[in-house]
């Protein structure tokens, strides 16, 4: 096994499979912790901080829950959304790093793996950099376009 296939089977393990499960209607409403199993209606894990409240696993949550967890309802204003990651060195692995930007920027809509803005929390003014894992584990853009 090489390193890469060790890291890809590594990250499958502790990542992918750690997710919250689509129960077998697949209607989106629900979901299936992966911890203890636990059947749970997502707005209300999405009320509790993505945490279940079974068994008190952490379930991942992208940049937008995290912004609307912690801003005051309408008050975050994304600065620098032209930002976006850069490949100057042409960087390739088995497959290269402007695919990998592409495809992550398709798949989520973002075109950075860190948003970032400013907002209200309680009304005290604050700047926020929100990493989404989703986007490449998070890769942060070095220009803008
Ligand atoms: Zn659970």
Partial sequence: ???????????????????IQETEEGDGLWGKCPECGQVVYRKDLLTNANVCSNCGHHNRVNSQERIDLIADPDSFEVIDKNLSPTDPLGFKDRRTYADRLRESQSSTGMKDGVVTGTCKVENMPLALAVMDFRFMGGVYGFSCR
Avoid: C, I
Wanted: hydrophobic share 55%; aromatic share 22%; net charge positive.
């Fill in 1 to 19: 096994m090489s390193l890469f296939d060790w890291f890809a089977a590594r990250r499958k393990d502790q990542f992918v499979g750690k997710v």
